[in-house]
C-alpha cells in the first residue's frame, strides 16, 4: 500500500456560517474513497464556535476554560489540564487562541463527530463524492514532549483497526492490540499542513479499502473512566 499525503492549497479564509461542503466540493481536488483531514480550527469558525475576549488580557480566556470543562485535572501557573463534556482531557479544555483574530478564542466543536457526518453526508450529496472525514486538533501527551494532532471526530472511517488475534511478523497472536487509525492519519496528514502554514485541509489517498467503515471517535476512541489507570 502507497499512501500519498496531500495538503489543499489556495482555500479561502473560513469565516462563521462559511459553507465549508462547498468550498471543498469546488475545490476540484477531491477523489472518490479520500480520506479528508479537516482542522479543527475551521470547523469551529464556519460553525461560529468563536467567543470574544478581552483583546488586552492575555487571561481574559480562562474564564471559559472553565465554563468549558466538566472536570478539572490539574493545575500548574497559568495552565489546566481538563476534561471537556466531549471527554477529551486536554489544556485548557481546546480553546485555542492561534489562527483566530486577536479579542477571539475558538472553542471545540459542539460535536465533532457530527460535523465530520455532516462534511461527509454534503460531499456525496451534492458532488457524489464517497470520502471518509476526520477532524483534527493538536494535544499534547503525557510523559511526552511536544504537540501533536490527533482525531476529535470523525465519520466514514474505522477510527480503530482492532489486531486482536492477528497473527504479527513471527506467526504469534496479538493479544491487545488496537491501532488509532485516525489518529495515525491526523498526525500524518499534519505534516503537509503545519502550523503556521495556512493549510486547514489534507487529503489522504491511496489507504485500505478496509479501513472505511462506521464508527465515531467519542463511542470508538476515547477510553471508559472505569478502564482508565491515570484518572
Request: aromatic fraction near 4%.
Amino acid at each position: 500500500m502507497n499512501l500519498e499525503i496531500l495538503p489543499i492549497h489556495g482555500l479561502p479564509k473560513i469565516q462563521p456560517e462559511d459553507d465549508l461542503i462547498a468550498m471543498l466540493g469546488d475545490c476540484g481536488e477531491i477523489q472518490p474513497f479520500d480520506i479528508l483531514v479537516v482542522t479543527q480550527k475551521i470547523i469551529s469558525k464556519a460553525e461560529n464556535q468563536l467567543v470574544e475576549i478581552d483583546p488586552n488580557d492575555p487571561l481574559s480566556h480562562k474564564p471559559l476554560v472553565e465554563r468549558e470543562s466538566v472536570r478539572i485535572l490539574r493545575r500548574r501557573g497559568e495552565l489546566i489540564i481538563s476534561e471537556t463534556k466531549h471527554g477529551f482531557v486536554c489544556a485548557n479544555a481546546g480553546i485555542d487562541l492561534s489562527n483566530v483574530e486577536k479579542g477571539q478564542a475558538a472553542l471545540l466543536p459542539e460535536d465533532s463527530d457530527r460535523s465530520a457526518q455532516r462534511l461527509r453526508d454534503g460531499l456525496k450529496g451534492r458532488y457524489g463524492l464517497e470520502v471518509a472525514i476526520i477532524i483534527s486538533d493538536t494535544f499534547g501527551r503525557p510523559w511526552r514532549r511536544g504537540l501533536t494532532d490527533v482525531a476529535i471526530g470523525s465519520a466514514g472511517i474505522t477510527p480503530i483497526l482492532d489486531l486482536r488475534g492477528e497473527p504479527d511478523a513471527l506467526g504469534r497472536e496479538m493479544q491487545v492490540t488496537e491501532v488509532a487509525l485516525v489518529d495515525e492519519l491526523a498526525s500524518a496528514a499534519e505534516l503537509v499542513m503545519g502550523k503556521s502554514e495556512g493549510i486547514p485541509v489534507a487529503i489522504v489517498r491511496g489507504g485500505d479499502p478496509n479501513w472505511f467503515g462506521e464508527g465515531s471517535v467519542r463511542k470508538d476512541l476515547l477510553r471508559d473512566p472505569k478502564d482508565d489507570l491515570f484518572r
